[in-house]
């Protein structure tokens, strides 16, 4: 079979030897970053809109996409086919929600390390102490918005200023580490060079040499006596070997060159379990196992091996990047607001590590999706206490595990999400709406309207809810009216700074207080379901079946490292099984996904 190194090959050979919530705004133009509406969320060819601006996923105008029909409680989710090739249309009133399975995985047979990925390989290669900082001066990795990760292959290629990258890195490290015998001593104790070549080698390549590199790599080491300097003729040597085996493919990639519909060999399961689950590369304790024992070639020795892993610190660090991708935690600590009294900057960074504080205890206590929507504690910071207000004490510094109270049910109650998405003072329900059907329901939402009007000024007496579904009410109906303003007004309780509120105030006239209407009806894939207002909203996510299927479907796209298509449902299905369940733990999640064929076997793509 012959070896193509995606956006590499001779480069490196040689070297090595939205919905439609368009324009609507506040008036002042305030973006939704500042807690306002005002920057557009239209897209188009498709892509999904950058989480920053608010955006929803849109299916633009890239041809046929494969989506996945609501069906039944029986036959939730099964695949169906949206082939609107102009952009889609929207879907007609109270037809179930669809999952957002639109995509373009590559299958690629060889994948890169990620900077992370490859930042802890070398420091555990090269028995680094500190990690190495080398990564961060690296040229930026192409992104976009219209893949869930960062570490989605398609992203993951190499052009020549990352191969320079690579290159430069190579060489200072192999001089930093070959310097002395005794930092050598800390890679390979031994002073023979068919040793070190084939423990390094073996570490470097995550599989053992073949007998033509071993014999290309003694070459290249002899050679070494021919540097100048000071250094012993071994420390030469190994500093060349160094230098090629961190330029090599063969490391800067992940593969997989098992035959299309079998198993991955035992090495490259310990590659994809440990660059996954530990960040790193595989250690030797677990070259071991793939190297003769069979642990890692069946579903139950994986799983085993997984499991080892889930119970590392280094799992923990993991999936705190899974969960900040996945919610745009990172986000939180850049909200400004205008205009109001008891805003104070400096929260920003309590609303983020508050949030990963919140998904850390869901991973590292065995916890569960449903503990996502049901828990109703949370993390405060010492600037937070004070807008929780009533009930909630301030932690001298840090950050204190509190209960928030009846009226804050799952972590979508709490400042983090209702802060940043409410435009100043005034809740932001589309952009909401939006999060929610997008980020934790993977809902399929209708092309953006080709012009909406910025929101109004209020009337007297008029609430936001009114003002927002008389401005959205030509926009799509199913698009606004069925999914994103139902879901939205659901946490209409709660102000722009996330604070709780019993009444809206009439802030265009005089009159009392008004009415808060927090209800809905939503048409999630499992039928239709009404609710008044956020708790019950939160108790229908964490016992029906969508939030289940859309944190499979964004795991999976996370552990896989690529889109995840209607073809996927199977998979999807059985992990939506599993995290329903009473011990259905993210922890089991995981490794329910580590047993399955989508995961083990050399899955899709041409070859």
Not at 385 to 412: C, D, I, K, M, W
Not at 478 to 485: G, L, Q, V
Not at 523 to 529: E, L, N, T, V, W
């Amino acid at each position: 079979m012959m070896v193509r190194f995606p956006k590499l090959g001779a480069l490196v050979l040689a070297g090595a030897t939205a919905a439609c919530t368009g324009n609507i705004a506040n008036p002042g133009g305030d973006d939704p970053g500042s807690g306002g509406s005002g920057q557009s969320t239209t897209g188009s060819g498709g892509s999904k809109t950058n989480p920053g601006t608010g955006g929803a996923k849109t299916p633009g105008s890239g041809g046929s996409s494969s989506t996945a029909t609501g069906g039944s409680s029986g036959n939730p989710g099964t695949g169906g086919s949206d082939t609107s090739g102009s952009g889609g249309s929207d879907m007609p009133v109270s037809t179930p929600a669809q999952l957002d399975l639109r995509g373009t995985p590559l299958y690629l047979r060889f994948v890169r390390l990620t900077n992370e990925q490859w930042s802890n390989s070398v420091r555990d290669l090269l028995a680094i102490a500190a990690p190495t900082d080398i990564a961060a001066n690296f040229h930026a990795t192409a992104s976009g918005d219209q893949h869930d990760f960062a570490n989605n292959e398609a992203f993951l290629d190499i052009d020549q200023p990352k191969w320079q990258d690579y290159q430069g890195a190579s060489e200072t490290l192999a001089a930093q580490v070959t310097a002395t015998d005794a930092l050598l001593a800390k890679i390979y104790s031994g002073t023979d060079a068919a040793g070190f070549i084939k423990a390094f080698g073996r570490r470097a390549y995550r599989r053992p040499l073949t007998t033509a590199e071993t014999t290309t790599y003694m070459t290249l080491f002899s050679s070494g006596s021919t540097l100048s300097g000071s250094r012993s003729a071994f420390a030469k040597g190994a500093s060349l070997v160094i230098r090629a085996m961190l330029q090599s493919p063969y490391f800067l990639y992940r593969s997989e060159l098992t035959p299309k519909g079998q198993p991955l060999n035992a090495y490259e399961m310990a590659a994809k379990l440990s660059l996954w689950l530990r960040g790193t590369t595989p250690n030797d304790a677990l070259l071991d196992q793939a190297g003769g024992t069979g642990k890692l070639d069946t579903a139950d020795g994986a799983v085993a091996v997984a499991k080892t892993m889930l119970d590392e610190a280094t799992a923990g660090t993991v999936m705190r990047r899974f969960h900040g991708e996945f919610m745009h935690l990172d986000l939180f600590s850049s909200i400004t607001k205008t205009g109001v009294s008891n805003f104070n900057a400096a929260i920003g960074s309590e609303l983020t590590e508050s949030s990963y504080l919140f998904f850390d205890k869901i991973f590292s206590k065995g916890l569960g999706v449903k503990d996502i929507f049901l828990s109703t504690t949370g993390f405060v910071g010492p600037k937070m206490a004070a807008v929780y207000g009533s009930g909630v004490t301030a932690p001298s510094s840090g950050y204190t595990e509190q209960s928030l109270g009846s009226n804050r049910v799952g972590y979508f109650t709490q400042l983090p999400f209702l802060m940043y998405w409410g435009k100043n003072g005034e809740p932001d329900s589309i952009h909401r709406g939006v999060r929610m059907n997008v980020d934790v329901m993977c809902a399929l939402l209708g092309p953006p309207a080709l012009a909406v009007p910025m929101l109004p000024a209020k009337q007297p007496g008029e609430t936001n809810r009114t003002l927002v579904d008389m401005t959205t009410a030509g926009c799509g109906q199913a698009c606004h009216n069925e999914m994103i303003n139902p879901i939205g007004f659901a946490f209409e309780h709660f102000d722009g700074m996330g604070q709780y509120r019993e009444t809206e105030k009439d802030t265009a006239g005089n009159g009392g207080p008004l009415t808060i209407d927090s209800s809905g009806t939503y048409a999630f894939i499992d039928g239709k379901k009404s609710y008044s207002g956020a708790p019950e909203l939160m108790q229908i996510l964490a016992n029906g079946q969508q939030s289940h299927m859309c944190y499979a479907k964004k795991l999976s796209a996370f552990a896989l490292q690529r889109d995840v298509i209607a073809s996927d449902m199977p998979l999807l299905t059985a992990l939506a099984t599993t995290s329903t369940s009473s011990s259905g733990s993210v922890k089991q999640l995981m490794l329910d996904l580590v047993k399955q064929d989508a995961f083990r076997t050399r899955f899709g793509g041409a070859q």
